[in-house]
């Protein structure tokens, strides 16, 4: 552990999305088999909260068509909350089926975001997720609310601070107390991080506000920072990075666990998770997918790990 | 511009060091003119300060034998600040001769890196560097101070805070104000810049403290921004993030400087660059040396830039 920064929570939460998040956007299909292992491997290094899937059309999203499968691998490791995407009243019967810890409701805080990627206004989604929490009424299974486009959205640009901090009011009242930020398209930046968590705070002070950040534009890691010296206590992350950004193919989508958890750990925040065996699930992921993923640590190596002075070239400065 | 943050600078000076410390890496020589013509395209974008070349043997380095030719394209820019690092006195010559503004002399922090490094003792180069200083009096050449390994030693591991005050302090002594820390391997944090930065207040109180980053293990600009949020308004970084790591093949070496730039606009500190013309730069760094750079914002395009609802393929959450 490094040193502590004055200000900073002593522990933090990590909810990896990678199986979800991450996979969702690959093209071919993952074995069922081969998700069931990189989950594993991530719950072996400690990670303990996950969204593990996604229960949409199989025809929508055909990555996601094994969802019960991958549920069902799991469900019984009461160690671990699990949580899984749910567009629909049809989605959430499947997966309170599935035995879910928590479904996640997700809206956009712009309007035009929210009718590209499903297709109905805003108004028609909370609609929605009326009704989806009169069917988890009694069921056990908690609601979370995802506010996508958070911190700007790739239609309409700046997105108010007011038009977030209503929406986390709406899922308050339909009795959510976990709440995401989604940086969608890797538009947040550290003074809308400040500003958006300070306005949360006086919307929703019971909320417990989670943040979600893209490394589009390189500050991903920045963002989180910003969030810690706030006091949040709740990120998401996706474990080698895996998960591109929709809009423009080079670049770079979800912030990669392993690094989150490298900078928390440096920064006197604990994790609960074993950073070398989580840079394995990295590179495990790395082969599961066969392609190279944007995680820095898991290329570089820890932190302290000391070279032999004849191994190496010289840097001359 | 973004929203100020509490207690940073309202600007900021970042030195371009692709030129030298980005270049000098590649196995292959980038002729002469496109080193010319890379620094032009940064000048154009409004950086004013270059770590431009070294004055080092050519059969050591062979990416610098034009240390000459590229400073005297650039020699009578009034409005540019032109530095060279120089690791012996034949070198300064040379840089005097070429019409430097600064020369940059550089030892690690630790003893076996400045040994791996330059091939002698600590000790030995602070003689150097004597004899540097008395070649630099009366040529109104200025010499600046670079500690290598000054967050971490790769051979070594941990690096005392006290090694970089004590050699800050015998840089003072040598007349020389701006002093760099160099992460030379990746192993900054912002617990380890808060805490360096911190000790050299007290240290050295008159000097000019620059922070140069690597992004080995994705938190580069996470210790810029610690940086920032300390005070500290002198920064280095590389175009594109050319210049890789000396030490692990698959990993990312020197912060990219449009990234830096992004972050530091988006933070309300203002460079003085203009962002749109600093990505095309970096398009060109990419050019250059025919392959693809680490930089981000390059690849994202800029925050604000809205896309059309129909161009894109849906993220569902």
Redesign the interface.
């Known amino acids: 552990m490094?040193?502590?920064?004055p200000g900073f929570p002593a522990s933090a939460i990590i909810t990896e999305v990678g199986p979800?998040?991450g996979l969702?956007?690959e093209a071919e299909f993952v074995p069922t088999a081969r998700k069931i292992e990189l989950i594993q491997s991530l719950l072996d290094a400690g990670l303990r909260r996950f969204e593990i899937t996604?229960f949409?059309s199989p025809r929508?999203?055909p990555q996601m068509r094994d969802a019960a499968e991958v549920m069902a691998a799991f469900r019984d490791r009461d160690d671990a909350h699990l949580t899984a995407?749910v567009?629909n009243a049809r989605g959430a019967e499947a997966a309170i089926e599935a035995g879910v810890d928590a479904m996640?409701l997700?809206a956009s805080a712009s309007e035009?975001h929210n009718?590209?990627?499903?297709n109905r206004s805003r108004e028609a989604s909370f609609e929605g997720f009326a009704g989806i929490a009169r069917l988890a009424e009694g069921t056990g299974v908690a609601l979370q609310g995802?506010i996508?486009t958070a911190f700007?959205?790739?239609?309409?640009?700046?997105v108010a601070v007011e038009a977030v901090t209503d929406q986390a009011r709406r899922y308050r009242d339909l009795g959510m107390r976990h709440i995401t930020l989604?940086d969608?398209?890797?538009?947040a930046?550290?003074?809308?991080v400040?500003?958006r968590v300070e306005a949360l705070a006086q919307a929703v002070p019971d909320a417990d506000i989670a943040l979600h950040f893209h490394?589009?534009?390189?500050?991903g890691?920045?963002c989180a920072?910003?969030g810690l010296s706030m006091g949040i206590r709740h990120f998401e992350a996706s474990i080698g990075g895996l998960g591109g950004?929709?809009?423009?193919p080079?670049?770079?989508g979800n912030v990669?666990t392993e690094?989150m958890v490298?900078?928390f750990h440096?920064?006197?925040v604990e994790t609960g998770v074993d950073l070398d065996r989580l840079t394995g699930s990295a590179r495990l992921a790395e082969e599961i997918i066969g392609r190279e993923l944007p995680?820095?640590?898991m290329?570089?190596?820890p932190?302290?790990q000391?070279?032999?002075?004849d191994s190496?070239?010289?840097?001359?400065?």
């Not at 490094?2 to 920064?5: D, K, S």
């Open positions: 490094g040193i502590a920064i979800r998040d969702q956007s996604s949409v929508a999203v995407l567009p996640v997700f035009s009718l590209k990627n499903v995802a996508a700007g959205c790739p239609f309409e640009g700046e989604g969608t398209t890797g538009m930046t550290p003074a809308l400040i500003q490394n589009t534009r390189g500050v890691l920045v920072y910003a950004c929709p809009f423009v080079r670049a770079t990669s690094d490298y900078l440096e920064s006197g995680g820095q640590v290329k570089a190596g932190r302290l000391t070279a032999s002075t190496v070239r010289t840097a001359h400065g």
